[in-house]
């Protein structure tokens, strides 16, 4: 019996991939775990592993060829002796569902005796499982109910559907809509003049749908609202030069690097803010996971540092730097990226004071680092120079209170104002 | 007097209130319905069904006069027009003691009397019930007058039950009349001269109009115009009647056609020259009650400019149909009950039936109508005559006609006259609902052989794919 390797999903909104490495060759033996392939996303690379045991028969898809579909066969590994000749294989890509035995002629298996079953859906039950729900998802979200005069007027007048409410039973949308329609769009365009500037069409890549989408879901589901506060660096700065001043080239620690050591140990003291909103519950995280926003090319990503409560700043750094470094190839692994309690977002290095971050949902906050600069502040009456950071955080109300966020800034102002805390 | 506020008391128990009140009670809703005379109004005791009931027996004659086409033969045939009647009275009382059923089992409360409306509080209104055991007042959020019309008289002709008549008389004649003249040539006038001509009696129809059944489209009318001249019936149309002589046993008529005085003599005379509104002695003077032209001015869900008092029926503008009553009271209901998602009645979507033979029934704009509107339009004909059924059945004499705005493809009108047109409009009345084109009527499948597939090649024809024609 042989199998066909499909390529895989590896993301829910994954459609196509690109080999970027074989780690075997054909005439390899395989067992179930062992690396075969590397797979390059928009997002990520990902290495494949051998989900059974046999030799690999056929190499079916060139290292580095790209838009490689999400289910094509990628390698046909032969099982239980079998030799290559013996198989017959189709690696078309499965333009339309088709039953298995189009794919590979395998006459022992007891689900060709099933013909309804497509290819699909034979595959790994939850994959197909994702990927039948996202079907039936575009399906339900993307079906209008129109009368059909309603789409003929709708058609002929060049008005997109999907931009009218239907007055009708279900939302049906019915020839008075069009109607109506055409006023409010008529003076809409009326009111709002073309710009003939020179502009340039970019398509969207998965990626920026995939930050639209989840930006939209979190200004629209979760109710934001936002707390600043400044904090004095001075003290911490120079436990950071006392830091690096022994490193001996080993390792240079940032100020970022001390800021996720705060905020995890003020996630220890303010746990209510280490939350997240899931409808029937609340949940709230044991651990400090530490989301840390990064800047990559067309876009961003947040890897995320876990346990950071049981990690000390060399550690942090490290890892940081490592993260950063994978996410800027496009290497990070979804659990690299998926997961996280508590993000962190620094626009510090760009000069900029204060921002209010947008949630990176399911978490219940994000932390925004302003940059640190010397301002003139008052003490006792005095004016004195020192070097200040003012950091926003944005919290989901449906799970943190203004009182559980502004806990959670007065200690995270503690920790940055007396570093040594930390050691605590 | 209780303490009882119902939710809505519907006053009058047509097919206007009774609808109104089961459809309140289903949606859990307390509900009264005061009547005065008849559950069922006057459709079921008086209009629409016991009229039914007599072309039912007068289109059984026509055929017995024609029985010889189907190889049989018979002789001596007798009317004997009190049991034409009686059978017609019973069909009327089965129904409305199956209304009064109804009422019982949707659990509405039923007062027996003459209702009148007056202000109590704000948010209440008090309903006085005058009947023969006295007055009792009830109370109920919500009003609905669902009071209907009754026949119009002319100032200087009234209905005396005995030489004019209106249409109460003219259902329960005592003996066949040798001779009748009908004033009005809509569906009343021209159901009546039908089944009396039928019969056997000399008819003449008066109508002041050009054509006969004015509110259907022209090709239709005059379809049924020279089917009843061929029967006898004289048509006189563009005349008015200027003036009624009754002596003992005749009635002496004077006419104008086109300015040219004549007088017609007939036994007997029908009035059926329209409706007026039952808006009087209800009380509607004390509340914010617009009336136009008699009839009660509503708002799209049948409230009138008076928060809390709907009207819906005959009392309320036209047209003036039974099904227009029920539709308009299943939306006031469910108004008052709160539901959502509801749309106001779509006037042009109302079918229209006359039942006199050859039948009529209509939808939507007719051609002249359509025109006066500026739509371009397409239209398309289809002749019984090309369809095997209706020459099967020996009723091949009918048309059936659409109209369709030739830009969009919306079924504008449809418009037919022959047999059982009355039970096929239904076809054409959810093609409109659901907002059809020619595309979806084309592209339905009429099963054969019945007279629908006329209603497919009319649709065929208007864009030049008719197949039998």
């Known amino acids: ?424 | 007097m209780n303490n009882k506020i119902y939710d809505v008391i519907v006053i009058g128990g047509g097919p206007g209130g009774y609808v109104a009140a089961i459809r309140a009670s289903q949606l859990g809703l307390s509900v009264a319905l005061v009547e005065d005379k008849h559950l069922g109004g006057i459709c079921l005791n008086w209009g629409c069904i016991p009229t039914k009931a007599l072309l039912r027996a007068s289109e059984i004659k026509h055929m017995l006069d024609n029985v010889n086409e189907f190889g049989f033969s018979v002789s001596n045939i007798k009317v004997d027009i009190k049991k034409v009647t009686e059978r017609s009275r019973k069909v009327a009382s089965q129904l409305s003691a199956g209304i009064s059923h109804l009422l019982k089992k949707n659990k509405v409360k039923v007062f027996n009397g003459f209702a009148e409306i007056d202000k109590n509080t704000d948010q209440i209104k008090k309903v006085k019930i005058k009947s023969k055991d006295g007055i009792n007042t009830e109370l109920a959020k919500n009003i609905i007058i669902a009071t209907g019309a009754k026949s119009r008289n002319l100032p200087f002709v009234k209905s005396d039950g005995i030489n004019v008549w209106d249409y109460k008389t003219a259902m329960t004649p005592q003996d066949l009349p040798n001779s009748l003249v009908i004033i009005g040539s809509g569906a009343i006038g021209m159901e009546f001269a039908s089944f009396y001509n039928d019969l056997g009696v000399k008819v003449t129809v008066i109508e002041t109009l050009t054509n006969i059944l004015p509110n259907e489209d022209e090709d239709i009318s005059k379809i049924v115009q020279n089917n009843f001249i061929k029967r006898g019936i004289d048509i006189k149309t563009n005349t008015s009647l200027k003036s009624v002589k009754i002596d003992n046993n005749s009635v002496s008529s004077e006419i104008s056609t086109d300015g040219i005085k004549s007088l017609i003599k007939s036994e007997k005379l029908i009035l059926a020259v329209g409706i007026i509104a039952n808006t009087q002695n209800i009380g509607l003077e004390k509340f914010n009650i617009k009336i136009d032209k008699g009839h009660i001015v509503t708002n799209e869900y049948l409230e009138t400019d008076e928060k809390g008092i709907y009207a819906i029926g005959d009392v309320t503008g036209g047209p003036w149909l039974a099904h227009k009553a029920s539709h308009e009271a299943i939306l006031c209901v469910e108004k008052i009950a709160g539901l959502s998602n509801l749309t106001p009645l779509d006037k042009s979507s109302i079918p229209g039936c006359t039942y006199c033979r050859p039948q009529v029934a209509s939808i939507g704009l007719t051609e002249k109508a359509a025109k006066i509107k500026n739509i371009n339009i397409k239209v398309g004909k289809f002749p019984f005559i090309g369809n095997g059924k209706a020459i099967a059945l020996g009723d091949s004499e009918g048309l059936i006609k659409t109209i369709f705005n030739n830009d969009t493809g919306e079924l504008v009108g449809a418009h037919m006259v022959g047999p059982e047109v009355t039970e096929l409009i239904q076809g054409f009345s959810i093609a409109k609902k659901l907002e059809t084109t020619e595309h979806e009527l084309m592209h339905t499948i009429f099963p054969h052989p019945t007279l629908s597939e006329g209603m497919h090649e009319s649709v065929l024809d208007a864009y030049n794919q008719a197949i039998h024609y």
Not at chain 1, 379 to 392: E, K, R, Y
């Open chain 1, 1 to 424: 019996m042989s199998i066909n390797i499909l390529m895989p999903a590896l993301s829910p909104t994954m459609e196509e991939g690109t080999l970027a490495k074989w780690l075997v060759k054909e005439g390899d033996k395989v067992n179930s775990g062992d690396l075969i392939a590397e797979i390059e996303t928009d997002k990520a690379t990902m290495e494949v592993e051998a989900v059974d045991e046999g030799v690999i028969g056929k190499i079916l898809v060139t290292e580095g060829q790209e838009s490689i579909q999400v289910n094509q066969p990628i390698a046909v590994l032969l099982i239980n002796g079998e030799k290559l000749s013996e198989i017959v294989i189709d690696d078309n890509i499965p333009e339309e569902p088709k039953p298995k035995k189009n794919v590979v002629n395998d006459t022992n298996n007891e689900e060709n005796d099933l013909p309804s079953l497509s290819e699909d859906e034979l595959i790994s039950e939850k994959t197909s499982f994702v990927q039948k729900n996202e079907v039936l998802n575009t399906i339900n979200s993307n079906r209008l109910f129109a009368t059909p005069l309603a789409k003929r007027l709708a058609k002929q007048r060049d008005i997109d559907l999907s931009l009218l409410t239907g007055s009708g039973p279900n939302g049906r949308i019915l020839k008075i809509d069009i109607e109506n329609f055409k006023e409010e769009k008529k003076s809409q365009v009326d009111n709002i003049p073309l710009s003939n500037n020179n502009s340039e069409l970019i398509k969207n890549s998965s990626m920026r749908k995939t930050i639209a989408e989840r930006l939209v879901k979190s200004k629209n589901e979760a109710p934001h609202f936002y707390l600043s506060i400044d904090c004095n660096i001075e003290q911490l700065l120079k436990a950071r030069s006392t830091i690096n001043s022994k490193s001996n080239n080993e390792y240079k620690i940032s100020v970022n690097d001390m800021i996720i050591k705060a905020a995890s140990a003020t996630l220890l003291k303010v746990p209510k803010a280490n939350a997240s909103w899931e409808n029937e519950n609340t949940r709230y995280f044991k651990n400090t996971d530490i989301s840390v926003a990064v800047a990559i090319d067309g876009g961003l990503i947040t890897p995320i540092i876990k346990n950071v409560e049981f990690k000390g700043l060399l550690e942090i750094s490290n890892e940081m730097k490592t993260l950063a470094q994978k996410a800027k190839e496009g290497k990070l692994k979804p659990e690299d990226y998926i997961g996280g309690s508590f993000s962190i977002s620094n626009l510090g290095m760009y000069g900029i004071k204060e921002f209010s971050a947008v949630i990176n949902p399911p978490q219940g906050c994000i932390l925004a680092i302003g940059v640190g600069e010397q301002r003139a502040i008052v003490t006792n009456n005095q004016i004195s120079i020192a070097t200040m950071m003012t950091v926003t955080l944005s919290c989901d109300h449906r799970v943190v209170d203004g009182a559980v966020g502004a806990e959670y800034l007065s200690k995270f102002k503690e920790f940055i104002e007396n570093p040594s805390l930390m050691l605590l």
